[in-house]
C-alpha cells in the first residue's frame, strides 16, 4: 500500500510538473520594483524568448512556470535594466585608447598624465580629453607653452571635460594652418596680449585636423563601452550625436551578435547631407538600434563660457557666449525635421539659447503634441521660459549640477541661478523627465545620478543641506527618469522601461535597495547582474 501511495504521488508530482508552462528564465525571491504604471513591486517573474510573459509572486510563477534555469535573487532589489537618455557611448569607447585626464587637479597634471601616456604609447598625434580648469586651484584656461616645450614636433590636442573646448599645442596649431586672425563663428580662439593661447572654444575646435579613427579602433571602442555600460546596469543607451558610418557598424555588430547594447541613435545634426539621408530614407528600427532623431548644438557649455546667455556672464564683462549657427538655420533644420517623423533633440545650455529653440520648436510644431521633441540638458531656463515645456521634453543629467554648483553662481549670478538645474520645475511642466549622464563628460555610474537627483550633494558630502533642495527629484520620479520615462523620450515605452508582461526582459539586481537606502548610501550602490533580453550579460 505504501509503495503505490508513493508512486501516485511521483506520478502527480510529474503530472503537475509537465503541466507547468515552460519559460527560459525565471526569477525568484526578489525585491522587484516594476516601473509599472502603479508603481507595483514583484517577488518574482518568468521570461520567454527574450521578453518577460509573467510577473507576480515566488508561488505564482513556481506554480505556473518551469525551467532549467532559476535564478534565486535571495531578496535582492531588481530595477528594469537602466536607460541613460543621453550619453556619448562611441566617443566613451574611443576615449579608452586615448589619454584620459578627468579628475586632474592643476594644469602640471595634466601635463604629467600627457608625458605618461605618450611614454608608453609613443603616437604620432596625441588626443585625449577631461581636464577642467574649474576643479583646478588657478581657475583660468590654461596657456600651450609648457605644452609646446614637452611636445616641440608631434601634434597634441586635448578636450576640455564638457567636449566644448580644446587645448592644442603649436605642432597642432601649424598642423591646422590656424593664426591668431582665423575668423571663427559660433566659436572663439582664445588670445592672450594679441597671441594664441592653445585654447579653442566650440566651432573653433573644427580646425584641428584630427587623425581618422580606423575601424579597428571604432570597433574597439564600441565593445569596450560596452563592457563599462553592462557593468553599471545599462542596457539602453541615447547616443547624443554619431554619423552615419558609425551608426551602420553599430548596426553590423549588432545583427552579427557582438554588440548587445540598445542603443538609441541620435544622428549629427551637423551634416546637412545626413539629414537628408535619414530624412529620405526614414526610420532605422530594430531591437536593438532605433534611429529616429537628430542631435543639434544649440550653445556652448557654461563651463567655457560658450552657453548662449541674455545677458553678460557675471565674470566675464560683455561677454554672452554664442549660439553655434544663425537663428535662421535652427529654423530651417527645424522645419525639415518637423515635416517628417523624426524627433529633433537640442542641446541648450544658456537661457538664450534655451528661448532661441523653445521659440522655434514652437512655431515649426504648431501645437502638435507628441512628438517628443527634446531640450537637452535644459540647463539655465528664464523664468518666462518654464511653460514653455509644456509639450517640450526635458533632458537633463543631475551630476551637471554636483559639478558646476562650485562656480556657476560665480558664471552667471544669483538670480538666473534660480532657473538653473531646476529638474522639479522642469518635471512639473512638462509631466516627466528623462534623465542621463553625459558620460565621459560625467561618470558612466548612473547611480551617481540618482544621488545628485535626489540628494544634490557630491561624493564630498557637500553641500550639507543639499544644492537647490526646491528641485530635487524624489526616489521614484528618479528611478522612472532612468527606465519608463528615459524609454518614452525615445518613443520605445512599450518595449521597455518596465518590468511588465510582453517587453524586453531586461533588468538589473542590485547589492541593495536604492529606493530605501540611507541618501549618503545611494553612491555605494553597484550591479551585481545585468541582464538583457534574459541573458546574463554582466
Request: hydrophobic share 35%; with cysteine.
Amino acid at each position: 500500500m505504501k509503495k503505490l501511495i508513493f508512486l501516485f504521488t511521483i506520478i502527480s508530482v510529474l503530472t503537475s510538473y509537465n503541466k507547468k508552462q515552460k519559460a527560459d528564465v525565471i526569477v525568484i525571491n526578489s525585491n522587484t520594483y516594476t516601473v509599472n504604471n502603479q508603481f507595483e513591486k514583484a517577488e518574482a517573474f518568468a521570461i520567454k524568448d527574450g521578453k518577460f510573459i509573467a510577473v507576480g509572486t515566488s508561488k505564482e510563477i513556481q506554480e505556473k512556470y518551469q525551467s532549467e534555469n532559476i535564478v534565486d535573487a535571495k531578496n535582492q532589489t531588481i530595477v528594469p535594466g537602466l536607460i541613460d537618455a543621453h550619453c556619448h557611448f562611441f566617443r566613451m569607447g574611443l576615449q579608452q585608447q586615448k589619454v584620459s585626464l578627468e579628475g586632474t587637479k592643476s594644469y602640471d597634471e595634466v601635463l604629467d598624465k600627457i608625458v605618461a601616456f605618450q611614454k608608453e604609447k609613443n603616437v604620432t598625434f596625441i588626443t585625449g580629453r577631461g581636464w577642467d580648469q574649474n576643479d583646478w586651484e588657478v581657475k583660468e584656461f590654461p596657456t600651450k607653452e609648457k605644452l609646446d616645450q614637452l611636445f616641440p614636433t608631434t601634434p597634441v590636442a586635448v578636450g576640455r571635460v564638457d567636449g566644448h573646448a580644446l587645448l592644442v599645442n603649436q605642432a597642432a596649431i601649424d598642423l591646422s594652418e590656424i593664426t591668431k586672425d582665423t575668423k571663427v563663428s559660433g566659436g572663439e580662439i582664445i588670445l592672450k596680449d594679441g597671441e594664441l593661447t592653445g585654447v579653442l572654444i566650440d566651432a573653433a575646435m573644427d580646425f584641428i585636423k584630427f587623425p581618422e579613427t580606423t575601424k579597428e579602433e571604432a570597433i574597439q571602442g564600441l565593445l569596450d563601452a560596452q563592457q563599462i555600460s553592462f557593468s553599471y546596469g545599462l542596457t539602453t543607451v541615447d547616443d547624443a550625436g554619431i554619423n552615419k558610418k558609425t551608426i551602420e557598424l553599430i548596426d553590423s555588430l549588432q545583427q552579427k551578435g557582438n554588440l548587445k547594447m540598445r542603443i538609441y541613435a541620435m544622428v549629427s545634426g551637423d551634416n546637412q547631407q545626413e539629414i537628408d539621408y535619414y530624412i529620405n530614407n526614414g526610420i532605422v528600427k530594430t531591437d536593438r538600434l532605433n534611429v529616429r532623431s537628430f542631435k543639434v548644438y544649440g550653445d556652448g557649455a557654461l563651463g567655457s563660457r560658450g552657453a548662449a546667455m541674455r545677458k553678460p556672464y557675471s565674470d566675464r564683462d560683455n561677454h554672452f557666449g554664442a549660439l553655434i549657427y544663425s537663428p535662421e538655420r535652427y529654423q530651417e533644420i527645424a522645419r525639415q525635421i518637423a515635416a517628417s517623423n523624426f524627433q529633433m533633440n537640442t542641446h541648450a545650455i544658456g537661457d538664450s539659447a534655451n528661448t532661441w529653440l523653445l521659440k522655434t520648436y514652437k512655431e515649426v510644431l504648431k501645437n502638435e503634441k507628441d512628438r517628443r521633441w527634446r531640450i537637452e540638458h535644459a540647463q539655465i531656463i528664464a523664468p518666462d521660459d518654464f511653460k514653455n515645456f509644456d509639450n517640450i521634453l526635458p533632458s537633463v543629467q543631475p551630476t551637471h549640477a554636483t559639478s558646476d554648483m562650485y562656480w556657476a553662481e560665480e558664471r552667471i549670478g544669483k538670480e538666473r541661478m534660480k532657473g538653473a538645474y531646476a529638474f522639479k520645475d522642469l518635471l512639473n511642466t512638462y509631466g516627466k523627465i528623462a534623465l542621463g549622464t553625459d558620460f565621459p563628460v560625467e561618470q558612466v555610474n548612473p547611480f551617481l545620478t540618482f544621488y545628485a537627483a535626489t540628494i544634490r550633494k557630491d561624493l564630498n558630502n557637500y553641500p550639507k543641506n543639499g544644492f537647490q533642495m526646491e528641485n530635487a527629484l524624489t526616489r521614484e520620479e528618479t528611478l522612472k527618469g532612468m527606465t519608463i520615462w528615459a524609454a518614452y523620450s525615445n518613443f520605445e515605452e512599450d518595449e521597455k522601461g518596465s518590468i511588465e508582461v510582453g517587453k524586453f526582459a531586461d533588468f538589473v539586481i542590485l547589492n541593495q535597495d536604492i529606493m530605501k537606502v540611507k541618501g549618503n548610501n545611494i553612491p555605494k550602490t553597484k550591479a551585481v547582474s545585468t541582464f538583457l533580453n534574459g541573458e546574463k550579460v554582466y
